[in-house]
């Protein structure tokens, strides 16, 4: 997993970085807030950021408010990384759209469990958003079937959204998991088979 650090104090930055590479995350690192809220914008973003509280240029709060107004499926984790210990001040990080919060100098056995915990929410998100695209393929699939199909008054034929004619049957089995099964309705056989028996 990758995550991205923002700490304009070197010492700070090295010991984050030393800690979450031995620990077998890829890291990201930005010194100033600018460059991290740069990165956050691309497309291979990292899904989860480590920001300090006060940094050159931007600091970690302007960038959690600016992900939120993202519209996004999938957010990015924020962590914010401070010498604040005030409550206030933890429940002003939280509004602007910090995540978790972890006052300076940190422990690494609780940077990791917060870590742990940023991860496991960020798979819960990305299995809901799966989930979400799954149903709505689904109700395509649902209004699909009970829209108006042009069909053939003489062959029963079904013409699709791309204006080629085919079989309901070839037709339904492609838009959705209904599969067939043969069989003789009494009307059908009156008309049909029992004549062709009398032949006989």
């Not at 291979?44 to 006060?54: E, G």
């Not at 870590?115 to 979400?132: S, Y």
């Amino acid at each position: 997993m990758k995550i991205l650090i923002a700490e304009d104090d070197l010492t700070s930055r090295r010991r984050l970085e030393a800690v979450l590479t031995k620990w077998g995350y890829e890291v990201v690192s930005c010194s100033n807030g600018k460059q991290a809220w740069e990165r956050l914008q691309n497309a291979n973003t990292p899904k989860l950021a480590i920001l300090d509280w006060v940094m050159p240029e931007m600091g970690g709060i302007e960038v959690c408010r600016r992900l939120r107004e993202l519209d996004t499926q999938n957010p990015v984790y924020v962590l914010l990384l401070t010498v604040r210990k005030e409550k206030e001040n933890i429940i002003c990080g939280l509004e602007a759209g910090a995540d978790d919060y972890i006052t300076k100098p940190f422990e690494p056995d609780e940077l990791q469990a917060r870590i742990r915990v940023g991860c496991r929410v960020l798979q819960l998100q990305e299995k809901l958003v799966n989930h979400i695209k799954d149903l709505q393929d689904s109700l395509q699939h649902i209004k699909t079937l009970q829209g108006i199909l042009p069909i053939c008054s003489y062959c029963k034929n079904i013409r699709d959204d791309k204006n080629y004619w085919e079989e309901v049957e070839e037709y339904v089995i492609k838009h959705s998991n209904v599969d067939f099964t043969h069989s003789i309705c009494p009307k059908c056989y009156e008309k049909h088979v029992k004549p062709e028996i009398e032949k006989f």
